[in-house]
């Protein structure tokens, strides 16, 4: 009876452990494609964040953003003619913004001898900056270690979420209209899922650009694809012309002015307002800064 017990309590105790680890392997995409497939979204019942997805938000539409003082400068000093340049256009999506533009997710779990898992790769992102979690309670490396658009990642179940800390990102942006992020930025996120939908959430936390943590969250939706088998006659999909993994970097647009980077300078971005017009708020509003993103700020707007 006692030996009975014993083993027990030990499966009970693995059980438990396996329970707070809701199974996020597999396929996952977007629940909507994007306002510009002409509502296909629609198909999915719902429409999340299409612009985001698709062809990008609205130049300098920073509401909601804690951008401190040199952030908003450099934000309006972008030029979306940067991504046609050679150098740009083969940049991926950095962990700071990925989840939140397109992106079609394949999560595999890597397992040691007692079917543990150890760590997570998660693909699928644009240009495929493929991030690995690592489980196995490994330190980040020194700073000095080379920074990559995905970035070291850590991570540990709690409670049934995967939470993650990563670090060692390049600079980029934490939304596709010239919001930039530092390279000493770093990004916590919460993995959820629900059933068939996957709930990620993410903090950027950058002591260079944002004056606040940056929230955002995103869903995904399970698409079983199964497990095709190889083929010897046709090449393989990642060397095909699939935008998500491939590139050739080739001026887009030509220039007469060889070396020629696009942006404005000081005061002369011409989208300022245009964006505030639309929607009806004041041109200082779409500008950001962190008191943009509580609820109270509607009464300062009415003011």
Known sequence: MIKRLFCLAILGQAFSVHAQEADIVGSWNQPAPGLSLGGVAALFGFIEDAIERADGPPVVDFLGIPLNEEALSRAL?????????????????????????????????????NLDAISYTIGGTFRRADRTIWLDGRDHPSEYAPHTWAGF????????????????????????????????????????????????????????????????????????????????????????????????????????ELHYVPHYLPGENPFIGEWAEEIGVPVEATLGGAETAYPEYKEQLQE
């Open 77 to 113: 000093a972008y030029d979306s003619a940067l991504l046609g340049v050679p150098e740009h256009v083969c940049m991926r999506h950095p962990s700071q913004y990925s989840y939140w533009g397109p992106a079609q997710l394949r999560i595999a779990a890597q397992l040691d001898y």
């Open 153 to 256: 990642t850590t991570g540990h179940w709690e409670n049934g979420t995967l939470i993650t800390t990563t670090t060692h990102l390049k600079w980029g942006w934490i939304r596709r209209n010239g919001v930039p992020s530092s390279d000493q930025a770093t990004v916590t996120t919460y993995y959820q899922r629900n059933g068939d939908v996957l709930t990620i959430t993410w903090f950027v936390d950058d002591p260079h650009y944002l004056t606040d943590t940056y929230i955002k969250s995103v869903d995904f939706i399970v698409t079983p694809r199964g497990i095709s088998t190889a083929s010897f006659t046709v090449e393989a999909a990642d060397t095909g012309s699939d935008v998500f993994s491939q590139c050739l970097n080739r001026a887009e647009i030509f220039r007469p």
